[in-house]
């Protein structure tokens, strides 16, 4: 039996109401993810989570504090400012007083064969560029922490001079051999910016990044009080707000507010992918997420790269990584989204990778819909 043109009709009406309520259910249930992540940090899901800040195209879309943290908070971020010192580096090299393949002690005369404890010849080769990998060759670690090296950060604090004491160890490779992370080599990077813009690294970061990025007194860089050197390895406290400054600046290709603080190359070059991690090392995978076809991270300058597949999608992220679960994530390829995480998880190698899963089970999802 033929059915009538008004009954077709009311069958095409209620299909359609119902696919417009499922895609509303379903726009509503992507909603809720982000807020369904602050409720579970807040009843101790992922615990000293201590804010999380999420901003696309340059607009803060979410800003959230935890554990008595707000925004003018200020947060020992780690490692993170070793990128931060990759940033300074990239800005001395425009300015054409740094090249990324001269040597280190070109820029570092009072440290040579005559006054460095354990000579060895391949010292002189280490270029700036193999301080700013990680491949100096030089035999401290302390990413991995069981490779049969000595964490010569630890170590370094109890000495007068943290730059000498770096290039005191002894070398284990050639340099561009193998990459050994440690806190040693961003310490002698800082150095060399120092001494080849001959001014302190303070005065440079304030001259040259903060004050362009309005960055302008709410942070604190640790100093060696006996040698006037500040800690470029670690130890900078910075608010959480002013991190997604930083991460806003990197993605738009050095550029804040119309001006280019740091040229396109430089930002290209220190996000690259110059360096396979070993043991394909995957932050998702100690986060405790793993895919088919997972590939470890890599590094460029003090930065990492890592590609994350969500709904059989490949998303690339560009980071930078603090021990307590400090991080400024760029994914360049959802309209420019940036996403703070400060934690307190020090010296909690999987808890402070848990910013990974909130990622891989909330925030990317959500901005995947």
Sequence with gaps: MKKSLPFILLLLLLNSCNSNKKKKQK?????????????KIEKGAYPKTNSILISQNDSLLFEKYFNGYGKDSLQDVRSTTKSITALLAGIAIDKEILKVNEPVLTYLPQYNKGNLENWDDRKSLITVEDLLTMRTGIGCEQFFGDIGFPDCEEKMFDQKDWVKYGLDQKMAFAPKERWLYTGTAPMIMGAVISESSNTNIAEFASKHLFTPLKITDNYHWAKNKMTGRYFTAGLLRISPIDMLTIGNMVINKGKYNGQQVISEKMINEILSEKVRLPQDYSFFNVAGNSWNGQKPASY???????????????????????????????????????IVFTGSNYGKPILNKQPFDMMYKYILPYFLK
């Design 27 to 39: 726009d509503i249930q992507n909603s809720n993810l982000i807020h369904e992540l602050f409720a």
């Design 300 to 338: 460029g300058y003090y930065w990492y790269t890592e590609k994350a597949k969500i709904n059989e999608r490949e998303i690339t992220l560009k980071f930078t990584f603090g021990n307590g679960g400090n991080y400024i994530l760029l994914i360049p390829e959802l309209k420019n989204l940036v």
